[in-house]
């Protein structure tokens, strides 16, 4: 049971470049969440989902979007890069909203961009 | 404005004495409030939940709602509690979860 499965690991991207983070969960979530994760200022959302075929804003949407086509995936894009977008990308789920369903994460991705 | 606020980037206290992480959040409504810890090389998890009352690995947090905080504390710390950890608050609706930025833990032997 893999749980939350970030992919890929590490990357550096040139000022400009496109690229895909992908997360899948093996856990049958319906909530799936992206974070950054910069120093000193914790984890902020990106985007969320609330089940397959829908996402939604988070505190920092900008620069990225979002898909859900299936349950089990939650993808993060980055249409042009920019140094600003420098940072730890986290991805989450959960079965559902609220206390006592708590956050799965990832391993994180650690994304450079030049 | 929701906001969590860990004031204290690094704490470290030597093994066996008490430990005192803090925690202050800024919400309208009624909050609800998360511990997560990250141990080296492994995976941010939650460590406890005000509403479950519970004590996980000998921590404790009590909301204190006139003094809107969420301190996370344990009587006597181990070595192996040396982590990073974030405090977190769920907003209404359960959809949006805020952390701070976190405290970094060292336990000294």
């Known amino acids: 049971n893999a749980g939350v499965t970030q992919t890929p690991k590490f990357r550096v991207l040139k000022t400009g470049q496109s690229m895909t983070l992908l997360c899948a969960q093996d856990m049958n979530h319906e909530y799936m969440y992206w974070y950054r994760q910069d120093p000193g200022m914790g984890l902020r959302l990106i985007h969320y989902?609330?089940?397959?075929?829908?996402?939604a804003k988070g505190e920092v949407p900008d620069g990225y979007n979002v898909s859900r086509l299936k349950k089990q995936n939650f993808l993060l894009g980055l249409e042009s890069a920019a140094p600003s977008q420098t940072s730890v990308y986290f991805c989450?789920?959960?079965?559902?909203?609220?206390?006592?369903?708590?956050?799965?994460f990832g391993d994180g991705t650690r994304l450079s961009i030049l | 404005a929701q906001r969590v606020t860990q004031p204290e980037k690094l704490l470290s206290v030597f093994k066996g004495a008490p430990v005192e992480l803090k925690c202050n959040y800024s919400y309208s409504g009624s909050p609800e409030l998360f511990w997560y810890v990250q141990y080296s090389r492994q995976r941010l998890q939650l460590l406890l939940r005000h509403i479950s009352r519970e004590s996980i690995k000998g921590f404790t947090a009590d909301l204190n709602k006139g003094e809107t905080s969420f301190h996370l504390k344990k009587p006597f710390a181990q070595e192996e509690d040396s982590a990073m950890y974030y405090c977190?608050?769920?907003?209404?609706?359960?959809?949006?979860?805020?952390f701070g930025a976190g405290t970094r833990l060292f336990v000294k032997a």
């Open positions: 989902s609330v089940g397959e075929g829908t996402t």
């Open positions: 977190a608050l769920l907003n209404t609706g359960g959809f949006k979860t805020i």
């Open positions: 989450a789920s959960s079965y559902s909203a609220g206390s006592n369903q708590p956050q799965h």
